[in-house]
């Protein structure tokens, strides 16, 4: 494990200690492990999900509605054409 850790911290340039190098190589020995113990628990009859939870939209209908002050917005445009703000073109 301590030449995986080297290895990581080489790619990160992480100037690690000898002590860090230990000490991450026991840490990450026991996520492994733990992952290996993932591996005994029986899942034949738990269906695949993309969520652990089910999810529902809780977005609102979108409803089009007339703009009421559309003189007082468009007073902030710097250009304006049919009541849409006109930018400069940007692409060429």
């Known amino acids: 494990m301590k030449i ?3 290895h990581v911290a080489k790619l990160a ?6 002590e860090e190098k230990t000490l991450f190589a026991q840490q990450l020995s026991a996520i492994l492990d733990f992952a290996d113990n993932l591996k005994k628990i029986k899942t034949d ?3 695949p999900t993309a969520h652990a939870i089910a ?3 809780i977005y609102r ?3 089009v509605i007339p703009c009421r002050n559309v003189e ?4 902030n445009a710097p250009d ?5 703000f006109r930018v400069p073109r940007i692409i060429e």
Not at 13 to 18: A, C, D, H, I, K
Not at 80 to 84: I, S, Y
Request: hydrophobic residues 35%.
């Open 4 to 6: 995986d850790v080297e």
């Open 13 to 18: 340039r992480l100037g690690l200690t000898e």
């Open 45 to 47: 009859d738990v269906p």
């Open 55 to 57: 999810l529902k939209n």
């Open 61 to 63: 209908e979108d409803k």
């Open 72 to 75: 007082d917005i468009m007073a």
């Open 80 to 84: 304006e054409e049919n009541h849409m």
